[in-house]
C-alpha cells in the first residue's frame, strides 16, 4: 500500500469519528466520560496487541518525552473535538478548522528543517486559508443538525 492509500483511509476514518463524536456528543453531555470510556477500550484492545507482539521499542529519555506530549496533545485533541461538536451546527466544520493542523504543520517543517517554500506550495496554502475563511464565516447562519430526530 501506497502513503496515498493510508492517508485516503484515515480521511475516511477521521471522518467516521467525527460523525459518531457527534452522535455521542448529542445523546450525551459528559465529554470527559465519553472520552474516559474511549481511551479504556483503545487501551484494552492496544494491551491486547501490545501483550502479542514481539517488543522492538526500547524508549529512551527523549522519546518518552515525545510519548508524553503526544498523550497531552491527543486528550486535547480529542476533547477539543467533543466540545467543538457540541456546540458547532455540524462535524465537518469542527474537522475543517481541525484541519487547518496541515497548513501549520507544512509553515513548521518549512521553518524547522529550512526546506523551500515554492510558488504552487504558496498557492495552496492561500487557496486553503480562503476556504477555512469562507466555511468558517458561511457556518455562523446554519442551525445544529439534531441526530436525536433521526436516531431516535
Keep these: 500500500m501506497t502513503w496515498i492509500l493510508f492517508a485516503s483511509l484515515a480521511a475516511v476514518a477521521n471522518a467516521m469519528m467525527y460523525f459518531c463524536c457527534d452522535i455521542l456528543s448529542q445523546f450525551y453531555d459528559d465529554s470527559i466520560e465519553i472520552m ?49 461538536i457540541k456546540t458547532s451546527p455540524q ?16 509553515i513548521l517543517y518549512a ?23 469562507m466555511l468558517v464565516k458561511s457556518s455562523r447562519t446554519d442551525s445544529k443538525i439534531d441526530l436525536n430526530a433521526v436516531f431516535g
Design 111 to 133: 521553518c524547522a528543517f529550512k526546506q523551500e517554500i515554492n510558488l504552487n506550495s504558496i498557492i495552496g496554502l492561500i487557496l486553503m486559508m480562503s476556504g477555512l475563511y
Design 36 to 84: 474516559s470510556m474511549l481511551f479504556m477500550l483503545l487501551g484494552v484492545t492496544s494491551l491486547i496487541i501490545y501483550s502479542t507482539r514481539t517488543k522492538t521499542i526500547i524508549p529512551d529519555s527523549k522519546t518518552v518525552k515525545v510519548f508524553g506530549i503526544l498523550i497531552i496533545a491527543y486528550f486535547v485533541f480529542i476533547y477539543s473535538v467533543f466540545k467543538g
Design 91 to 106: 462535524p465537518g466544520y469542527v474537522h475543517a478548522i481541525a484541519s487547518f493542523s496541515t497548513v501549520l504543520l507544512f
